[in-house]
């Protein structure tokens, strides 16, 4: 399954290059981290961080991330002897390709994504698939888009179980620039398979700085229906970045 998820990414990032080859690419990127420690009576770190990407060409309007959580404690045993140890390590990637048809917003789209949890109720989780988006709302500071499609889900649990199957994928993207220097974002996504649904969903706030420079609060939500025993169903983060727009 994992080779047939490298085929598609492949496919439409040679799709990509063909048509960059042709059009001036534009590029909007993203970058953003954070980091949080702890000391006193409880010691340690995290990490988070994400790098967002669009490229809009004349035909297509691809959309590429990449993203990392990390967690690390300093516990303390019995003895007064102190070690590190790792409580969440996590690493996502995804790139999604959209043709563009004779509408403004309206797009056939193909998605790829892959995301290795240490901890999680999945450890690794890749799904590839295909669909029509559009614009369904937008006024003078709101927009509201959707897509839906079907697509395939390969997965393995936290006790080695594989799981893989066809599933239906539904996504929604709610923005609001509500001033000049801030604007909220709301994403929701919802993966339903025979053996398992993933919805994940992130609601967050952001703040313009200095020049090209953000600060960002953020709170996201991933809840699975179906996990091994002793994994719980939903698992949160919230985070608060800088971020860099260029």
């Known amino acids: ?97 959209g043709y563009k048809l004779d509408d403004d917003f309206a797009k056939l789209y193909i998605l ?41 889900f390969s997965g393995r649990t936290a006790n080695d179980v594989t799981e893989n ?3 239906l994928r539904t996504a929604a993207s709610f923005n609001w620039a509500f001033s000049t220097t801030a604007s909220f974002k709301q994403t929701l996504s919802v993966e339903y398979g025979e053996e398992n649904t993933r919805t994940v969903a992130e609601s967050a706030v952001s703040a313009s700085l200095i020049g090209k420079m953000q600060m960002k609060a953020a709170f996201l939500v991933q809840n699975d229906t179906d996990v091994p025993p002793g994994k719980k169903k939903t698992d949160t983060l919230t985070s608060l970045t800088f971020v860099y727009a260029f």
């Open 165 to 167: 199957g066809l599933m």
């Open 112 to 152: 790829g994504s892959y995301t290795d949890d240490t901890f999680g109720a999945y450890q690794k989780y890749s799904l590839v698939s295909v669909g029509y988006g559009d614009r369904l709302y937008q006024d003078d500071n709101k927009t509201l888009d959707a897509e839906i499609g079907p697509g395939y």
């Open 1 to 97: 399954m994992n080779n047939r998820i490298t085929s598609a990414l492949t496919l439409m990032l040679f799709s990509a290059l063909a048509q960059a080859a042709e059009t001036p690419k534009v590029w909007t990127t993203q970058a953003e981290l954070g980091a949080i420690m702890t000391s006193g009576n409880t010691k340690g770190s995290s990490v988070t961080g994400k790098i967002d990407s669009k490229q809009e060409l004349t035909q297509w309007s691809n959309e590429y991330s990449l993203g990392g959580y990390f967690k690390e404690d300093e516990i303390t045993d019995a003895d007064g002897n102190t070690s590190t140890e790792k409580s969440a390590e996590r690493y996502f990637v995804s790139a999604k390709g």
